[in-house]
């Protein structure tokens, strides 16, 4: 497969998954702003920001329909979904000959559905029917990727992609709560507030149903904290996404002849490592903002190593191998001849 | 999303009148209608059809047809518009109709003209023996644009130069098909044909089904046997690439759609890379020998070492790759030497010279600017004529006579005498026209037919080709670019 339409491919899955996201995370929280006192509201919008990693301003209001605004329909923010589904479509368009035609169709008319909505129009409707429909355009796709694209590096790099996005998103939002860990080790029982919080965590993932069957309906800090992180089988877990990625690298990494395949595969493996044989237990005694942090970097390695081994691996080494030659002919380049593709 | 460039408004349309009821007949050939009312006996179902369905109806199927289109993506960028303006291609539910015997006609004319301009590239850069005969004067080639002197005595493969041609045929006023343009550099359109009839058989089936429709979907299977004939090694599966100037390009839904529909790479510039003479692509699992190259890449951009150095479309060292015959490029450079539109003119005595037969498509009658005594015909006559700047495609750089205003006629005259060898000029051409449903009612419009031709071990043409409609009312200009827009092309056994 080619290197840039891996690359595509790849982007196209992130910006897939973070299209899903936003509209998950936003929904949720228009949810939570109904039932909580309106004084606390500019602290959770905060949250929203900063579990989309845009905390750096604060904003002098909070308001709902501005945010909303932004993060839905809002061409001027790189971060809303319409950007999103932009950009996914736009990675997808560089590479349509290697996509299904219905999956391109797929992502087209999410791109045209949310180009020719109005904002006013989804506002006084009511934002979640919109949400839904962006939320179902993303799942289409990915159910007509599974029903009809042929398991081969593409797939894999779409894959990639989507559990990487996902993998930081899930990261950002745990952080995203670190005001409301409790330092000690018995925690007080929240009030109904900050239960509505933790259950807006769940369902910003889409856990809350598969943790209450995991765990009964009695929402405690460090059973979510574990679910959210280490649980094996839930798609939206860190560890989750981190073993798919770890199988998505193996068999991608088949095709690479180079060593430094490995490099990659080494990291997804001792972060799987990690997250299999940890206990939250271990997690949560040291400081658990770092080692948040400390997983969001090596969630990004594995994403630098993947573009440094398959996408923009230098061309000298390639040239290298002596199996590029002509019936064997080959020798080491003098350096003198040496053409390189335009930037 | 409106298709129609017509003026009328709804108070204007008479919303009783019959379907057919602004359907008025002129001196044009008219493809549907023998005399008024009487259509011919090939359109004769497809009438009956059209009288039977509902305005509505038609309406709806319209647009569904449009939609189908804009969501598989099936859709044209327009220059100077917008940045990245994404129109689809108007396109006209009725579909154009071509008989059994029609066809056979226009499929040997095509066979013919090609293969004589094939020799004849082959010819001009080896040989010189129709050049040295007198036949195409040696100054009309040395003036080409097009003309690459690069390719003097280079081999390719199977000595085949133009692998993917697309010819505009016309239907004069008499009914009979000639050629208006040869497409021997990187001819576009094949994925709309393609397409428009995947739509068609969506949104009118049943009209579809009555008649005996040949199929045109083994193009794109023809079109890798072909790519594949010219493989310089003789592999089973050749490493066969589409290169793209990209996204931006206005064909790069059709340069997608061909990568698809082969089962090859679409390549950009920068996945190539030459090394030692040899092309690879850059792939996840390191670099891959490329075989054959079907470029939509114009020659100017192709190679910055030997071209165009500004390129940065191009792969720098692919001519010294394609010079050494470790690389095959569809189609080979420097072809645009044979559909120059000066070269046009001697087209017939070029079948003649190399086939010993007389063309079986006609030319249409054409004045050369460069000589004498055509270019004061021409400009004594320039309110009658088109002028067509030799250098352009697209519709662009043309005069058309009879609808142009004197200021136009002015400009048009200093350029020609400024530069005549860039100018030919051709009475104005009566194209025939065909019934398109332009706002609920069916009009005629005047239309084209590009036929796409393949050669590789031999000449190969699948049924139909796309039919461009001037969709604008009188207009004779049927170019994507200036508001054309196409038909499905129905050929019949």
Redesign the interface.
């Known amino acids: 497969m080619l290197s840039r339409v891996a690359d595509s491919l790849y982007w196209m899955g992130r910006y897939l998954e973070r299209t899903e996201g936003t509209a998950r995370l936003l929904d949720e929280h228009l949810t939570l702003m109904l039932d909580i006192v309106p004084a606390s509201a500019p602290m959770r919008w905060r949250r929203f920001l900063s579990s989309l990693c845009l905390d750096e301003v604060d904003r002098p209001g909070y308001d709902a329909r501005d945010i909303t605004r932004e993060f839905t329909t809002d061409e001027e923010n790189s971060a809303s979904i319409r950007s999103c589904i932009a950009a996914a479509r736009e990675n997808a368009r560089q590479v349509r000959d290697t996509l299904g035609a219905e999956m391109f169709e797929q992502l087209n008319r999410a791109y045209f559905f949310i180009r020719e909505a109005s904002f006013d129009a989804i506002w006084d409707e009511g934002p979640t029917e919109f949400l839904r429909r962006i939320r179902e355009s993303a799942c289409l796709f990915h159910g007509i990727t599974d029903s009809t694209f042929s398991r081969n590096e593409g797939y894999h790099f779409i894959r990639l992609g989507c559990y990487i996005e996902r993998a930081l998103m899930t990261v950002a939002l745990i952080d995203s709560y670190r005001e409301f860990y409790s330092d000690s080790e018995e925690a007080a029982s929240p009030t109904p507030e900050e239960h509505l919080d933790w259950i807006t965590l769940l369902k910003c993932c889409t856990a809350f149903d598969s943790y209450r069957r995991r765990y009964t309906a009695e929402v405690k800090e460090n059973c979510v904290l574990e679910f959210l992180l280490l649980d094996p089988d839930f798609p939206h877990s860190v560890r989750f996404c981190i073993d798919r990625i770890a199988e998505g690298l193996e068999i991608v990494g088949q095709n690479a002849p180079h060593r430094d395949r490995t490099s990659a595969t080494r990291i997804a493996a001792r972060l799987q490592a990690d997250l299999t044989y940890g206990s939250i237990e271990e997690i949560l005694a040291e400081n658990f903002a770092n080692h948040l942090s400390t997983l969001r970097q090596r969630c990004e390695l594995i994403h630098e190593k993947v573009n440094a081994i398959f996408i923009e691996y230098p061309i000298e080494r390639e040239l290298a191998r002596p199996s590029l030659g002509e019936s064997g002919e080959f020798r080491m380049p003098s350096g003198d001849t040496l053409i390189r593709p335009m930037a | 999303m409106n298709q129609t460039q017509t003026q009328t408004t709804a108070a204007e349309r008479d919303e009783t009148l019959p379907p057919f009821g602004n359907y008025h007949l002129d001196h044009a050939y008219d493809e549907m209608f023998e005399s008024a009312s009487v259509p011919r006996a090939q359109y004769a179902a497809l009438h009956q059809r059209v009288l039977d369905l509902s305005r509505e109806e038609f309406v709806r199927r319209q647009k569904a047809a449009d939609l189908s289109f804009?969501?598989?993506?099936i859709t044209f960028t327009v220059y100077g518009d917008k940045a990245g303006t994404e129109k689809i291609f108007p396109y006209d539910l009725m579909p154009r109709i071509i008989t059994g015997a029609e066809w056979s006609h226009i499929e040997r004319g095509l066979t013919q003209r090609i293969t004589a301009l094939n020799m004849f590239i082959h010819d001009v850069y080896n040989d010189e023996n129709i050049l040295k005969d007198g036949v195409v004067p040696r100054e009309l080639l040395a003036s080409c644009k097009a003309w690459r002197k690069e390719m003097r005595g280079l081999k390719v493969p199977k000595d085949r130069y133009i692998h993917v041609v697309g010819t505009d045929l016309i239907r004069g006023e008499d009914g009979g098909f000639a050629v208006l343009e040869d497409n021997l550099r990187v001819p576009s359109g094949v994925s709309y044909m393609l397409g428009n009839r995947t739509v068609m058989k969506k949104i009118l089936p049943v009209l579809f089904q009555r008649y005996s429709v040949r199929p045109i979907d083994d193009y794109t299977q023809y079109l890798f046997q072909t790519l594949r004939a010219v493989s310089p090694r003789a592999l089973d599966q050749p490493t066969i690439v589409?290169l793209t100037p990209g996204?931006h390009n206005s064909a790069?839904?059709e340069?997608?759609?061909l990568?698809?529909q082969m089962g090859v790479?679409?390549?950009?510039?920068?996945?190539?890379?030459?090394?030692?003479d040899?092309v690879?692509?850059?792939?996840?699992?390191?670099?891959r020998?490329v075989d054959v190259i079907y470029r939509r890449v114009d020659d100017d951009f192709i190679d910055p070492e030997v071209f165009r150095s500004d390129s940065?479309l191009?792969?720098?060292?692919l001519f010294r790759a394609y010079q050494k015959g470790n690389v095959a490029l569809a189609n080979a450079i420097g072809t645009g030497v044979a559909d120059d539109k000066a070269v046009y003119a001697y087209v017939p005595r070029i079948i003649k010279y190399y086939l010993g037969e007389d063309a079986i498509l006609p030319n249409v009658e054409t004045f050369i600017l460069g000589e004498k005594k055509d270019r004061e015909y021409a400009l004594a006559n320039l309110d009658k004529l088109v002028v067509k700047a030799v250098g352009e495609s697209g519709g662009y750089g043309m005069l058309i006579g009879p609808h142009s205003t004197a200021a136009q006629r002015e400009e048009f005259r200093a350029a020609i005498n400024a530069n005549p060898r860039n100018y030919i000029a051709q009475p104005t051409i009566m194209l025939s026209r065909a019934p398109c449903f332009v706002d609920g009612q069916v009009e005629p419009r005047h239309v084209d037919l590009r036929p796409y031709i393949l050669y590789g071990d031999e000449v190969k043409i699948v049924p139909g080709g796309l039919t461009r409609v001037a969709l604008k009312k009188g207009s004779l200009v049927v170019n994507s670019s200036q508001g054309g827009g196409s038909k499905d092309t129905w050929v019949l056994y």
């Open positions: 804009l969501y598989q993506g589409v996204v790069y839904f340069h997608t759609f990568a698809r790479e679409l390549v950009e510039g920068r996945d190539l890379v030459v090394h030692r040899h690879y692509m850059r792939t996840t699992a390191g670099l020998r940065m191009g792969v720098p060292g």
